[in-house]
């Protein structure tokens, strides 16, 4: 796979707090970024790979219900988490 453990560990501690923190909004928010580049970057290579293009639109899709979800909590949060990854609105 593209991202080791150490690798996920290092974006839950940069993003969600703590590395052993995997369930905070943020730290999934940031992985699910992480992971929508990379199949962004395989869909521009692979432009008939329909079964990653589902898969991109469901991960896109879970992303989008985590930050509604901050949004309704803290918008403060859900503005520093925009603003950290550099996620369009």
């Not at 962004?40 to 879970?62: C, E, I, P």
């Not at 901050?70 to 603003?83: C, G, H, L």
């Amino acid at each position: 796979m593209y991202l080791n453990t150490e690798q996920k560990k290092d974006i839950f501690k940069t993003y969600g707090g703590d590395e052993t923190n995997t369930g905070s909004p943020e730290g999934q928010i940031a992985l699910f970024t992480q992971r929508i580049t990379h199949l962004t970057s395989h869909m521009k290579q692979n432009k008939k790979d329909f079964n990653t293009q589902r898969a991109l639109l469901k991960l896109v899709g879970k992303r989008r219900k985590l930050l509604n979800y901050i949004k309704r909590k803290d918008i403060e949060r859900y503005r520093a988490i925009i603003q950290k990854l550099q996620i369009r609105k």
